[in-house]
């Protein structure tokens, strides 16, 4: 068998929110310095996340590069449709080139090898898998030769689907050895590693901490680092293929810290991990480091049942401004349908040592699980009302609430398949991926209702908590304290070279190129003019009404402009005692946002809805049911899907 010549490898990324963020694509990094370091040194770097070129542009390019190997890095569900339409028109331009696919929409394995232009599916970490496939293509003949090549999906020459065994796991010390270079060369490092100044995690969520305001500080830059990777928990709405976690050893973690503290002026980072701290062994080592360097620093993930009031101590003496921490809900039924392994009382605790110690947070909530209730929904919104009742600092505008959005390889999604809200076939699976493609959590139109109430009634929910918050800190510190919170909250304040005033709302897909990549004549490499402004769309705050030297604007003004949620913002009081007519705001914001027809047939089935209650129809309470989706998916008859093919089902299950 004729050993061919290393291939010509591109790898490229899929557009993920509308748009960039500024966390680094580890995955496609990591993957292309292990291609490197195996000596697969033609192996080039196309951010499509980052760059937002036109499609047609996409298309030049990958043609003009000609890759041996195209590896997609798809590393949300919500990225089906650009993928199978990139696939598709590169196979048509380029029938040649081997297309292989990594990131959590694999799990949808079977789809993609049937329906789109990709050939192989990375199952395992893609450092391994990836160096495996590149050296089996260069003796492969056929689909078969790649049956040794670990953590690998794809149909065989019989068309079969194949799924062959996980690679091992990489050891902790080589997770994310990265070589930061790849991005340098291409002038898109500093897009990543923002300067403090222009940096919305550090206006937005790091507070009033004297600290981040020393002048040796100035001109400090930050960066998201992760000291992790995996999770100790199995919820049932997350999909992962890491089995456990592992923790990249203190010594190597600070060894990489110190290279961008001298490359890149790092005085700020942004850790995010998704389970910080929960070696506490290693949380002990790594805080007195991390100290040392006089680092300011926030954690993205931690479980409350980590936190302790002696640790957050402990982490702010080390330079820790923020913990947030995934609580999601304040039922305790709705914790034990999600299987987050914690208690509600840990939420309630974690919160008060954050408020008490300063230490800022986000609450991060999500609603319309199978069995969210009209009970649950209250036990949440007194959770959010004790969070604005421990301190008048605390801001209300910090929660984050998103809808339960099924995604595969998730008991979530495996119970939607088993009562027909996502069809059984492939093509209905497919009309589903295509349906959430380039949507968030928070769409009203794509997620699935897993509860026994109408979508009007989830959609209000979600006001009722927002509602809550802003109503118990009015009442526990009073009107002067809250518009002092709300006029200077990042979330209404211009950023960076943004016109003072404006409105403008910036949600294209490919709405604005690498925003901070300059080089010599003002334009990023793609030619367009680069922007200073940097997004943040946890807080939306491009959605926002921007105002003018902090006043108020009129309710007139904000109803003219259609700016509803501001309105709430700004005028909590009216909304309280509305409150009782907040389905009427939900039908009006369902128009906005969804269309005529769309908030038509959410009206309609909220009507039926109330009229059966009106006749005393009963309905059926479900929470008992879902105690444990796990459970109920293995244990209910009516789950077993037989059209399923058995190569699918450890995607389906996760890991």
Not at 209 to 230: A, C, E, L, M
Not at 360 to 373: A, K, S, W, Y
Request: charged content about 25%; aromatic content about 12%; proline content about 5%.
């Amino acid at each position: 068998m004729d050993k061919k010549k290393n291939p010509k490898i591109l790898i490229v990324t899929t557009p993920i929110r509308p748009i960039p963020t500024n966390f680094p694509p580890y995955g496609s990094l990591s993957v292309m310095t292990a291609l490197k370091k195996a000596g697969f040194n033609d192996t080039t770097f196309f951010n499509i996340d980052l760059l937002r070129p036109k499609y047609s542009e996409v298309i030049k390019y990958i043609k003009e590069t000609k890759p041996d190997i195209l590896g997609i890095s798809a590393v949300v569900s919500t990225a089906y449709d650009f993928t199978k339409k990139l696939s598709i028109d590169i196979k048509r331009f380029l029938p040649g080139t081997t297309i292989i696919l990594g990131g959590n929409l694999g799990a949808s394995a079977e789809i993609l090898l049937k329906k789109t232009g990709v050939d192989f599916i990375c199952t395992g970490e893609g450092e391994i898998t990836s160096v495996s496939f590149a050296r089996a293509w260069m003796t492969a003949d056929c689909k078969n030769s790649y049956s040794k090549v670990q953590g690998l999906a794809f149909l065989d020459d019989e068309k079969k689907l194949v799924n062959t065994p996980y690679p091992p796991t990489v050891p902790a010390e080589e997770v994310y050895d990265i070589d930061w270079s790849i991005l340098d060369d291409l002038g898109q490092m500093e897009y990543f590693v923002v300067n403090k100044e222009f940096s919305p995690h550090v206006n937005a969520e790091l507070g009033d901490d004297p600290r981040k305001y020393q002048p040796h500080r100035d001109g400090k830059t930050i960066f998201n680092v992760v000291g992790s990777k995996g999770c100790v928990a199995r919820c049932t709405f997350c999909h992962r293929w890491d089995k456990g976690i592992r923790y990249i050893p203190v010594p190597v973690l600070m060894e990489r810290i110190d290279r961008l503290i001298q490359d890149y002026n790092l005085g700020f980072v942004d850790f995010a991990d998704e389970n910080f701290g929960s070696d506490k062994k290693w949380l002990k080592q790594l805080l007195p480091e991390l100290k040392k360097r006089d680092l300011l620093w926030m954690v993205g993930g931690m479980r409350v049942n980590t936190l302790s009031s002696e640790w957050i101590d402990q982490m702010k003496l080390a330079g820790c401004l923020l913990i947030n921490c995934g609580m999601e809900s304040g039922s305790q039924k709705m914790l034990d349908v999600m299987e987050k392994k914690t208690k509600v009382e840990q939420n309630f605790n974690a919160v008060q040592w954050m408020v008490e110690k300063e230490v800022n947070t986000v609450i991060q909530l999500i609603i319309g699980m199978p069995g969210e209730t009209p009970e649950t929904i209250e036990d949440t919104c007194k959770f959010v009302s004790f969070f604005t009742e421990q301190s008048p600092n605390v801001n209300p505008l910090s929660l984050s609430i998103n809808f339960a959005q099924a995604l595969p390889g998730t008991p979530l999604y495996e119970m939607a398949r088993s009562k027909s809200q996502i069809g059984q076939t492939l093509e209905k699976e497919e009309e589903y991926l295509i349906k959430i493609s380039d949507r968030d959590a928070r769409d009203g139109e794509t997620y699935i209702n897993f509860t026994d109430y109408p979508k009007l009634v989830l959609e209000k929910w979600h006001f009722d908590i927002q509602n809550r918050a802003r109503h118990s800190y009015l009442k526990k510190w009073g009107a002067k304290n809250y518009y002092n919170i709300i006029v200077t909250a990042p979330r209404f304040q211009p950023s960076k070279g943004e016109e003072h005033g404006s409105d403008q709302e910036d949600t294209g897909y490919y709405a604005d190129p690498a925003r901070s990549i300059k080089n010599s004549n003002g334009k990023n490499k793609w030619g367009m003019p680069a922007s200073s402004h940097v997004s943040d769309t946890i807080h939306d705050i491009n959605k926002s009404i921007k105002l003018i030297n902090n006043k108020v604007p009129s309710f007139w003004t904000l109803l003219k402009k259609r700016k509803f949620g501001d309105m709430a913002w700004f005028f909590p009081n009216y909304f309280w005692h509305a409150r009782h007519f907040l389905i009427l705001f939900a039908i009006i914001n369902s128009f906005r946002k969804f269309g005529k027809k769309y908030a038509l047939k959410m009206l309609l089935e909220y009507l039926r809805w109330k009229i059966k209650n009106i006749f005393f129809i009963s309905r059926k309470q479900s929470i008992k049911e879902y105690i444990s989706l796990r459970k109920l998916l293995r244990d209910d008859i009516t789950s077993k899907i037989l059209t399923d093919n058995p190569m699918m089902v450890k995607l389906r299950e996760g890991r």
